[in-house]
């Protein structure tokens, strides 16, 4: 029975804003919405004292111990405990705790690993990670990417995609086409960090405004690179042409979105990322690189352009045909629609059901059948 279900959901929440501070979010809102007693135990609270911030060193102690009491605590109180994963030191401080404490209390543990840098992470500390993995009952992960870097190590995962809102996600008024007959309106909705490159988008960007002069740029997202990337843009001369945003709400974002002629994306390392799934159900033509993971959720031609990572002259031609070529547009936009019904609510949540259930577990092929992102690489 749903309503016999108790699950704690170990995870961040915003801020800092970020795919799986959403996904852990939406994923106890939804199972409330179902009627399944959920909750939040917050591996990214606030600092308390809020000095302890600045002090290194100390202030990871002062968050583990309380971390560990809640752990202990919602474990307690729970049946299944639903373990949002990363790799670095997020998997040690907080994914492996959670396990530990999980079996300790003879719960279920779901292990939902997330992140792009899984691969160079489970090549050097395979030998930590591989006993704590053992202990879970379920290693869930996204996409066919994660299952594939997993399963060369040995790991067996199933595939339970992201969820989308498509009520919050949806189209605008007009289509991408039209409003691309004024003045493009390109955007990028990622965190201004190495790993998502945003340079080269700029860069990008600016070869672009060579033919399309009258282009703009907003750039929705915050992190440690935003003073060097206004920079980039003052130095490039698009100054004039670039805004950024900083972090917005998901209701901003599905609005910048609605606004938007087509998104573009220039990770260096990537996995499943909302930022294209929540493009894609609003209908906007994508242009990507085809870092990890993205050439499992797209397809090159059908539901984006794909470019190598850090080719600024390619993602440029890439955007430019996706401006010049009305039906090429409207293309990639319907079929990106389409993609994203495997990751509606109505899809995912049955994969949860029997990822949870102590008397039955998904496999990877129930989990392929519904989800994109588990396909092979175009």
Known sequence: MVSSLRVAIVGPLAPPAGGMAAQ??????????????????????????????????????????????????????????????????????????????????????????????????????????????????????????????FARFGIETMIVPNVVDTALFSPGGSAPGERAKESPHVVMTRNLEPIYDVATGLRAFAKLRESKPAARLSVAGDGPERAALETLAREFGVANSVVFRGSLSRDEIAALYRSATLMLNSSVADNTPNALIEAMACGIPIVSTDAGGIRFLVRDRETALLCPTRDVDALARAMLEVLDDLSLAAGLAANGREAVRGCTWDAVFPLWMRVYRPDGSATAAVAEAVGIGAGHRP
């Open 24 to 149: 852990t979010k939406q994923l106890c809102d939804r199972l409330i919405a179902e009627g399944i007693d959920a909750e939040v135990v917050r591996t990214n609270p606030p600092w308390r004292p809020r000095f302890v911030a600045g002090v290194r060193g100390v202030r990871a102690l002062f968050r583990f111990i309380p971390y560990l009491w809640r752990l202990w605590c919602a474990s307690g109180r729970c049946n299944v405990v639903h373990v949002m994963a990363n790799s670095g030191w997020a998997w040690h401080l907080s994914a492996a705790p959670a396990v530990c404490i999980g079996k300790l209390r003879r719960r279920r543990v779901v292990v939902n690993y997330r992140g792009g840098l899984a691969e160079p992470f489970l090549e050097r500390s395979a030998a930590w990670i591989r006993p704590t993995m053992r202990m879970a009952d379920a290693i869930v992960v996204p996409s066919g990417f994660l299952r594939a870097v």
